[in-house]
């Protein structure tokens, strides 16, 4: 049986009091369940969600981090930096760092191999844009997303990744892939990693979905076959809507 999981990526959200009253809220209210339940806030707040989160069986990630071991990069954080926190997970490739922050695919094979070597897992997000899919391109896309990135990696690797298809166009627009089309994107992705490694590899991933995952589509998605999870946006910033979607795995 894959990990199920339900992370909830704050992107830019949620000060350090916020945090804090966010994560108690959610420890009280979080329902028993089979799947990894994570929270991923923005850096700065990641070492007072660690320290909030001692006795929980919430987890903790990283949105991004530099590929580099240390140096001047001004800004940036590094592999390091977020283990000595505690935390051993991180997102790489969303598509707002893609748009927004111009990172590609060999930009995101390098931060995705230091995070292997570091023994971190990552959340890797991809997925196509919306004139990609209107023009019939989505599978050649996610398909070059994921060869671009990890298709180099070794087999053993694959038990530190986790995916998360994550179309742009479903991205905090309120509309949602269908439980089909996520269906057979993830099918999609399953056999694309068969073909480059082996079924056992392919069968093993956990593959998320996200995009305006809410309460009341998250069990209709989860009940897909080859829909482990979800990476969720907005939701995850009210405690009862993401309290609700873990529910519905
Ligand atoms: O980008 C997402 C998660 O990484 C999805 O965001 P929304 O759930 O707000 O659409």
Redo the contacts with the bound molecule.
């Keep these: 049986m894959r990990t199920q999981i339900v992370?909830?990526?704050w992107?830019m959200n949620k000060t350090q009091d916020e945090t804090e009253d966010l994560l108690s809220e959610l420890s009280a209210k979080l329902p028993d369940s089979h799947a990894d339940v994570i929270v991923?806030p923005t850096f700065v707040n990641l070492g007072s969600a660690k320290n909030a989160l001692q006795s929980s069986t919430i987890k903790v990630a990283a949105q991004n981090m530099h590929f580099a071991e240390n140096g001047a990069y001004t800004g940036e954080i590094s592999a390091d930096m977020l283990l000595n926190l505690g935390i051993d997970i991180v997102?790489l490739g969303?598509?707002?760092r893609r748009s927004l922050f111009g990172e590609d695919d060999s930009l995101l094979a390098k931060k995705v191999n230091t995070a292997i070597e570091k023994g971190m897992t990552t959340i890797f997000?991809f997925g196509e844009e919306l004139d990609e899919r209107k023009s019939g391109n989505h599978f050649s896309v996610v398909e070059s997303q994921l060869k671009n990135a990890l298709f180099d990696l070794d087999e053993k690797a694959w038990n530190q990744i986790v995916l998360?298809y994550?179309p742009v166009w479903?991205?905090?627009?309120?509309e949602?892939a269908s439980p089909e089309q996520a269906q057979e994107m993830h099918a999609f992705i399953r056999k694309t990693i068969a073909e480059a490694y082996n079924t056992s590899i392919a069968n093993g991933v956990s593959i998320l979905y996200?995009?305006?995952?809410?309460p009341g589509n998250a069990a209709e998605i989860f009940s897909k076959p080859d829909v482990d999870g979800?990476?969720?946006?907005?939701?995850?910033l009210k405690a009862d809507d993401f309290v609700a979607i873990i529910k519905a795995i």
């Excluded at 996200?210 to 809410?214: A, D, F, M, N, P």
């Excluded at 979800?230 to 995850?236: F, K, P, V």
Aim: aromatic share 0%.
């Design positions: 992370a909830g990526n992107k991923a997102i969303h598509s707002e997000c998360a994550e479903a991205i905090g627009t309120g949602t996200g995009g305006s995952v809410k979800g990476l969720i946006g907005g939701a995850s």
